[in-house]
């Protein structure tokens, strides 16, 4: 959404704008642009307008129905003649912040599921087969320390038993090929 005020009173809003906070463009007009902000937000947002702070912040925006939501806000000073106004543009992080929340309990599924594997699981390079990542029992299964094997002192040549190595490098080639 886009808004242009003059020290906080609403001169122009778009349609995504008024949308964004519940509302109609003309019911916002002449307004203070205050009023779209949680009460214990109101304070730092004045202080960016009385002081004509331009830059990007994240803070809450207050919709009609009384509902707070994440909003990332853009302002900038424009001269219009002897003028300073603001224009300001919003964007709404609820579903940002939303696919962020499902992705952090994403990852902490997998790692939950990694560190109690009873196998190993890794991620080697192709090109000098040091291993980039470990997880699941490898203490108990090969004896060393995952950290060990992380420094690149042991190979993922030296974990597999050689007859078994040409059969290992050959699944390994087709994993990496896709």
Request: glycine share 8%.
């Amino acid at each position: 959404g886009v808004f242009v005020h003059d020290a906080g009173r609403i001169l122009y809003l778009n349609q995504s704008g008024a949308e964004m906070f519940g509302f109609e463009p003309e019911e916002l007009l002449n307004r203070d642009v205050l009023e779209l902000a949680p009460p214990e937000c109101r304070p730092a947002q004045l202080e960016c307008i009385a002081s004509g702070w331009e830059g990007a912040y994240e803070t809450s925006g207050l919709r009609k129905d009384g509902t707070i939501f994440p909003v990332e806000l853009h302002a900038r000073n424009v001269a219009v003649g002897r003028k300073t106004i603001r224009a300001v543009t919003a964007r709404d992080l609820t579903e940002r912040r939303a696919a962020e929340q499902e992705l952090r309990e994403s990852r902490e599924g997998y790692r939950s599921i990694l560190e109690n594997l009873r196998a190993i699981a890794y991620r080697g390079r192709a090109v000098d087969g040091h291993l980039l990542f470990l997880a699941g029992s490898v203490s108990e299964i090969v004896g060393l320390d995952p950290v060990e094997l992380i420094s690149g002192t042991v190979r993922w040549e030296d974990l597999v038993q050689p007859d078994d190595r040409r059969e290992f490098e050959a699944e390994a080639a087709r994993l990496a090929a896709g």
